[in-house]
């Protein structure tokens, strides 16, 4: 499995950028999909999230109204539509997929939820 994120860069606060986390060697359909941002010296944390079907959608209050998190299962892409860009939103941010049984998406805000991990594309957003 690999997830391939991109779209990161340095920017000025306010800006936007798009963030894409292309997928291979999993049924991408059957995964939720999240992004996760971790600044220097601090843990990793929850941004987004978008279930298998694209319907249901979850966010870190600190991003919502600014984010939003999309999928296209036909190319095996999600994406991260961030807007008004914060310069303590710098940090490396990372996709992952979870690969959810049922109804209930219990981990979706976890980091142990996750059932793999990209690399990481970095957002620099300067004052």
């Known amino acids: 499995v690999q997830l391939q994120a991109s779209g990161g860069g340095l920017v000025q606060a306010g800006d936007s950028l798009r963030l894409s986390c292309a997928a291979s060697?999993?049924?991408?359909?059957?995964?939720?999909m999240g992004w996760f941002r971790q600044a220097p010296g601090k843990e990793r944390e929850f941004v987004a999230a978008?279930?298998?079907?694209?319907?249901?959608?979850y966010y870190a209050d600190s991003v919502k109204g600014r984010f939003t998190i999309s999928r296209d299962n036909a190319k095996n892409t999600v994406y991260l539509q961030m807007n008004s860009l914060k310069p303590e939103e710098t940090a490396i941010y990372y996709c992952?997929?979870?690969?959810?049984?049922?109804?209930?998406?219990?981990?979706?805000?976890?980091?142990?939820?996750?059932?793999?991990w990209g690399q990481g594309t970095q957002v620099t957003v300067s004052s």
């Open positions: 978008i279930s298998w079907s694209g319907k249901g959608t």
């Open positions: 060697g999993l049924t991408f359909s059957t995964y939720g």
């Open positions: 992952a997929a979870d690969r959810v049984y049922g109804s209930v998406w219990n981990g979706l805000r976890n980091v142990a939820g996750y059932d793999y």
